[in-house]
């Protein structure tokens, strides 16, 4: 069904689509919600994602997104249910319609509970862990990518950054747009991504999600982020952090990147802490 193309993606029909209202604005245009009426006739709640001025160079890295993830199958990873090849390319995605875990932190903090927030980092981490097992990174890990779809389970998404880390090739970003305060030393200074070093954006990100979405760093500006982590300067507990769970977060900011512990061991520590938390 998908021609000559080499890789072939989850080619799906338009017709089988109802676009709706706009839910936000992404990097290469709009998103709407929508509804996909699968080959065996159910409906399933969708996300469509655009892209605005789709030139054969937009389109390849607009595809690139779901190129890498059509192969991943995990309960905390966005699922893509296909792509649509002919102009205008679409991209669908299940539909996660808490939004933004960023957004969510913010309306929901009166209610959301330690145990609740745990859940989430031992939710992402194990997405991590199964992406570590792919060799896979992620490198733009952060509470905008991570999607509510229910007030129990979230979901990473945004793997328009990611590479499978055997690639040398480098994502042409320029500079301004690189997530500098949530990167590790050796990708501010060398472009460096691995999966210690989506190990530090792990930390960042549950720094995040105990801070309920505050900006990491937002008393620095970003050309003044290397030289504080350099000094050994490091982002502080937040108030409703638990210390054991602090803890863990330094060792994910280990200089380092070696020191630093797998996300398989993180997952285990997490849960250890997550099941402590119940308890109380
Ligand atoms: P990009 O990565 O291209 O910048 P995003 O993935 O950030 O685009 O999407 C833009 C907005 O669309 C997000 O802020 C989010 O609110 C919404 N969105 C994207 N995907 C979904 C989804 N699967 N379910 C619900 N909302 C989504």
Redo the contacts with the bound molecule.
Sequence with gaps: KCGERETCLNGISRDDLDVGQI???????E?H?GVYKSPTGERVN??I?TCKDCSADVKEK?LS?AELMKNLDHPHI?RLIGVIEVDPVWIV????????LG?YLVEQQYILTNATLILYCVQICKALAYLEGLSMVHRDIAV??V?VASPECV?L??F?LSRYIDEQEYYKATISRLPIKWMAPESINFRRFTTASDVWMFGVCVWEIFSLAQQPFFWLENGQVINHLESGVRLPKPQHCPPTLYALLTRCWAYEPHARPSFYQLACSLSDIHRTEMEQ
């Design positions: 839910l936000g604005e992404g990097f290469f245009g998103v919600k969708v996300a994602k607009f997104e966005v995605m299940e539909l996660y319609s808490h939004g933004e957004k905008r990518n999607l979901k998404g945004d328009g």
